[in-house]
């Protein structure tokens, strides 16, 4: 299941871009800048990483990641989506004492043309550390009660959070620590 765009988020995308047509960003560049060169080790993806697939593929980037102290398989990393999914059967499983979904009225909209209702909405910290280097962030989760072969979806939010950079090409994301480059393989 793929998420479309959520209604609160193309009002924020727009409420932005009206604030860039007014000129309230003209030092956006260095702005961007600021954010990016704050680390000093530049991401690449090489040849060798990628012979280590067998191609040519079309497979989705899916892995596994921490969400709160419990490692959760079969995470769909999707940049097409605007939205963070925790599917309810895997929230059940994650056995968090205490945590309370903040109702919502949300619905989200799958690739099948189906209007899913979201149970509600929780913070949770993730980890991706697929290896020495790992990187760790507060995510808010819509919980969808309904099946799916992937446990959770990360979206464009978190991705751009980390400052992944993707390659599908290598089924693979790396995004910057504070001295290397992590790397999250799919699977």
């Known amino acids: ?36 060169c704050q680390y000093s080790v530049p991401i690449t993806f090489t040849d060798d990483e990628a012979n280590k697939l067998l191609h040519p593929h079309n497979h989705a980037l899916v892995g596994q990641i921490k969400i709160t102290d419990n490692i959760v398989r079969r995470v769909l990393i999707d940049n097409e989506s605007s939205a963070n999914i925790l ?4 929230f059940t499983r994650l056995e968090i004492g205490g945590a309370v979904l903040t109702p919502i009225q949300n619905q989200l909209y799958g690739f099948v043309g189906e209007y899913v ?11 991706i550390d697929d290896g ?8 808010e ?47």
């Open 1 to 36: 299941m793929t998420i479309g765009d959520m209604a609160s988020s193309r009002r924020s995308y727009a409420r932005n871009a009206r604030q860039v047509a007014r000129g309230e960003y003209i030092n956006i560049a260095k702005h961007i800048a600021k954010i990016f």
């Open 87 to 90: 599917l309810m059967d895997a």
């Open 132 to 139: 020495p280097e790992k990187a760790t962030q507060m995510v």
């Open 141 to 187: 989760f819509l919980i969808a009660d309904k099946p799916s072969v992937y446990n959770a979806i990360l979206g464009r939010l978190t991705l751009n959070a980390l400052k992944v950079v993707i390659s599908t090409y290598h089924l693979a994301m790396k995004f910057p620590t504070t001295n290397e480059v992590g790397i999250f393989k799919g699977n």
């Open 117 to 127: 209702r979201a149970t509600g909405l929780i913070c949770l910290p993730i980890t």
